[in-house]
């Protein structure tokens, strides 16, 4: 028996000097150590052996399991570090690689006018004033001097909702809203900005949806020179010192008088070219005193209290100081378009 012990010892050390990975250490392991392993199998013997050799037999076998498992654990601790610096090598970070840089969006060209319109007009104390998209009839129409069935309806295709609401033609209506929100108080200085709707075919200079910039001042004594200087003021910030404008008389339901105003041309600087049509001229937005009805029904007295309003259209004015020659480059998010207004 002791000699079947030792040779065990030596088979298995033997044997162990061949194993190349965990799953032949693990065979090895079960062979001669196992429950059924040849270990087990020399000792079922045990039993016959005589009362002095058996603590003999007994040391030898412990020694032998105690050598074999020894082995095992020296080549499992020695598969464990490869398999550690296997990992490591493959999970290895390069930090030497160049990132990978964040792309960062920029303003839209319409939010960006939006932004400098805002400035100029904050500059001169007004407040930016919000309104809804989806508006009544009666601030988008009758409370703007426009009853029902006013042929001036017509100029403002409309996306009626219900007979009662509609996509709001215009940011007049915020006006109204805004008077009626200050009761009777002045001064009222307002700015306002947001997107508007028309039942428009859409082309070059024409959409279904576009955006306009209100303004809208009351107080006592507020006179058309005022919003003459005013408007004077705007156009030299937003299209440099040496713009000039015109006031051609115009009509608007809900302004007495009216006014279409023009700016010298920013492309030839008034000496005609081909976008002012050599008039060296450009229409940029609509304005007048404000009609006293409109002012009677927010709730100011017109003979006391008096005021101006403009409307301008956002696109046009983006197009006519950034030479863009069609509408829709606005709306298709063509990103080639987008990156040209860049800015800090
Ligand atoms: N709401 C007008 C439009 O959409 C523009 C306009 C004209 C607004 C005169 C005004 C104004 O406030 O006084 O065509």
């Not at 162990?16 to 059924?36: F, H, I, S, T, W």
């Not at 930016?128 to 100029?155: I, S, T």
């Not at 008039?279 to 005021?307: C, F, K, Q």
């Amino acid at each position: 028996m002791k000699e079947r012990l030792v040779s065990l010892q030596n088979a298995a050390l033997a044997e162990l000097e061949d194993v190349a990975n965990p799953q032949e250490l693990n065979e090895v392991r079960v062979q001669y150590l196992g429950k059924k392993g040849a270990l087990t199998e020399i000792l079922r013997g045990m039993g016959q052996l005589s009362a002095e050799e058996r603590p003999v037999i007994g040391q030898l076998a412990n020694d032998v399991r105690a050598a074999i498992e020894g082995a095992l654990a020296e080549l499992q601790t020695k598969f464990d570090a490869e398999e550690t610096n296997r990992r490591l090598a493959q999970e290895k970070i390069d930090v030497t690689l160049a990132g990978r840089a964040p792309e960062t969006g920029t303003l839209h060209p319409l939010n960006w006018v939006i932004q400098q319109v805002e400035d100029i007009f904050v500059g001169m104390g007004y407040i930016v004033a919000e309104g809804p998209e989806v508006e009544r009839d009666y601030y988008n129409f009758e409370a703007l001097n426009l009853p029902k069935n006013h042929p001036a309806r017509d100029m403002q295709d409309s996306f009626y909702i219900t007979d009662e609401i509609l996509l709001r033609t215009h940011t007049s209506p915020v006006q109204v809203r805004t008077m009626e929100k200050m009761h009777g108080e002045v001064p009222v200085k307002i700015i306002c900005p947001g997107k508007v709707y028309r039942r428009d075919n859409d082309d070059a200079t024409h959409s279904h949806m576009f955006t306009q910039i209100e303004g809208l001042v009351i107080d006592k004594n507020v006179r058309m020179s005022d919003l003459k200087g005013t408007l004077l003021q705007f156009v030299q910030e937003m299209f440099g010192p040496e713009t000039q404008i015109r006031l051609r008389p115009s009509f608007f339901p809900f302004t007495e008088p009216s006014a279409e105003v023009d700016v010298t041309c920013c492309m030839c600087k008034g000496n005609g070219c081909r976008v002012c049509k050599q008039s060296g001229w450009l229409e940029i937005l609509g304005s007048g005193m404000v009609h006293p009805r409109v002012l009677e029904m927010a709730g100011y007295d017109p003979n006391e209290y008096t005021g101006f309003a403009f409307g301008m259209g956002v696109e046009r004015i983006a197009m006519l100081k950034y030479g863009v020659d069609d509408i829709r480059h606005f709306y298709t998010n063509d990103l080639r378009f987008l990156r040209q207004f860049a800015h800090d």
